[in-house]
């Protein structure tokens, strides 16, 4: 069973950064693909990033490239999501999840509580 806790959401202005940070605990599946969705009401839930299990690799949705940055803490458990020149449109919940295949989740994919970003004018 894995358990994942997101933490570092919160309020900023626009323009402004935060950095979510993810502890992954228990059993994960061999190396899982690791990222982080979003997703505000009414809407679907959102890929934003991910990071295969050897870090070498990452993938970023279109609306966050060269803005946010995703990456892995071996020593930490962690997988942290760096974001900068936050923009309105990124107010959401956050999620984490964990044992992605490539950025697709699937029914084996383990989820976070959420976390919630918001961006202000």
């Known amino acids: 069973q894995v358990q994942l806790t997101e933490s570092g959401g919160g309020l900023v202005q626009a323009g402004g950064s935060l950095r979510l940070s993810c502890l992954v605990s228990g059993r994960t599946s061999s190396s899982p693909t690791m990222g982080w969705f979003r997703q505000t009401p009414g809407k679907k839930r959102e890929f934003v990033a991910a990071i295969e299990w050897s870090g070498r690799t990452k993938y970023y949705a279109e609306s966050v490239k060269g803005r946010f940055t995703i990456s892995r803490d071996e020593a930490r458990n962690t997988v942290d999501l760096q974001m900068n020149t936050l923009e309105l449109e990124d107010t959401a919940v956050y999620y984490c999840?964990?044992?992605?295949?490539?950025?697709?989740?699937?029914?084996?994919?383990?989820w976070g509580q959420g976390t919630q970003v918001t961006v202000s004018s």
């Open positions: 999840a964990v044992d992605l295949r490539g950025i697709i989740p699937w029914s084996g994919t383990s």
